[in-house]
């Protein structure tokens, strides 16, 4: 699957088409952004029931600033488009991989965000 590019146009037509989303908030001048950039898209090709998708938070500020990102990176993990996980910082390709499986398995994950 692809990782989509979220704007403030597409945020919530996406988001509320997914039963799960993962979005990555980041910035293309932030060096740990680019480097986890790919763990995000190889595992995006593993999970097609999950929505990938990446919001860059200079191009979309507004959307930065209405999750409450206040570090790069970030992922948010969206339920039927309300946030119910957050994890600030590099993530390694397991410990991404555990998060998509909750979102997926987890019928307990409610809002906490």
């Given at each position: 699957?692809?990782?989509?590019?979220l704007t403030?146009?597409?945020?919530d037509?996406?988001?509320?088409?997914?039963?799960?989303?993962?979005?990555?908030?980041?910035?293309?001048w932030c060096?740990?952004?680019?480097?986890?950039?790919?763990?995000?898209?190889?595992?995006?090709?593993?999970?097609?029931?999950?929505?990938f998708a990446t919001v860059?938070?200079?191009?979309?500020?507004?959307l930065a600033r209405a999750a409450g990102i206040k570090s790069i990176p970030t992922v948010l993990l969206l339920r039927r488009g309300e946030a119910v996980r957050r994890h600030s910082g590099v993530l390694a390709a397991a410990a991404l991989a555990d998060l998509a499986e909750s979102?997926?398995?987890d019928p307990t994950i409610?809002?906490?965000a």
């Open positions: 699957m692809t990782v989509h590019t403030t146009d597409t945020f037509t996406e988001t509320t088409a997914h039963d799960v989303a993962l979005i990555s908030y980041g910035a293309s060096g740990p952004c680019r480097a986890f950039a790919p763990v995000f898209e190889s595992l995006s090709e593993h999970y097609p029931a999950i929505l860059d938070i200079e191009a979309e500020p507004l979102a997926l398995t409610r809002k906490s």
